[in-house]
């Protein structure tokens, strides 16, 4: 069974703080990594992609693989109210995405 | 517009009678794939197109639901003799062929079944 692990949290961090979002994974031959955000009652929008270990920033994102340790996590920096949503972690091997449940952030004004 | 649109947005039905979905996906993107959502979940998959062709479909696809791309460009979902266990938010996204391929999803079509 594959299966991505979250902490449904939910987690709550001041504005202007470092959120911190992380997953565990347990298909080895997992190729591709993705974070999604998702709004209530919305679909799912994807905020980052990430392939190979280390680390992939894109604006206040940062993305961290460990293939090794089969873990992920998502940096938000400078976060603002507007990140308040669910964070889902999804990968795929050779089948399509499995997501986990999310992770709810919750940034506080 | 050129994302991944999705009709209905909503649906309400009765037990037992049939819904059909529509998926139109972003237009260069020959994969297409539907996931369910129920609330507090993250997205289970379905099935999946590659132009006209089902490659795979989740043993979560009971017989009741079926799935069409006829030309390889919008699809269709349908569930036959719906159950209130159907109600769920269905999700389309679509995505080029590749291992790296990133999924970009429609606003879903929420379905509740009375």
């Known amino acids: 069974q594959k299966e991505v692990e979250q902490n449904s949290g939910p987690l709550s961090v001041p504005e202007g703080a470092i959120a911190s979002l992380n997953c565990t994974y347990s298909d080895r031959g997992s190729q591709s990594f993705f974070w999604y955000r998702q709004y209530s009652g919305k679909s799912p929008e994807l905020i980052m992609s990430i392939y190979s270990n280390g680390d992939k920033e894109d604006g206040r994102f940062t993305a961290q693989l460990n293939k090794a340790s089969q873990y992920v996590s998502l940096l938000i920096r400078d976060s603002q109210p507007s990140d308040s949503a669910t964070y889902l972690c999804a990968n795929r091997g050779n089948t399509p995405l499995v997501f986990g449940k999310g992770t709810r952030l919750s940034v506080i004004a | 517009d050129t994302g991944v649109s999705q009709d209905p947005r909503h649906k309400i039905t009765k037990r037992g009678q049939n819904v059909t979905f529509r998926c139109d996906p972003i237009?260069?993107?020959?994969?297409l794939y539907w996931y369910r959502q129920t609330l507090g979940q993250g997205p289970e998959f379905l099935t999946y197109f590659q132009n006209e062709a089902q490659l795979e479909k989740s043993r979560l696809l009971s017989d009741r639901f079926s799935a069409e791309r006829p030309k390889g460009s919008f699809s269709t979902l349908e569930i036959q003799r719906t159950e209130q266990g159907d109600s769920a938010m269905y999700l389309c996204?679509?995505?080029?062929?590749?291992?790296?391929?990133?999924?970009?999803f429609g606003p879903g079509t929420r379905l509740t079944v009375l």
């Open positions: 996204a679509s995505s080029l062929a590749g291992v790296n391929n990133e999924q970009f």
């Open positions: 237009s260069e993107h020959n994969r």
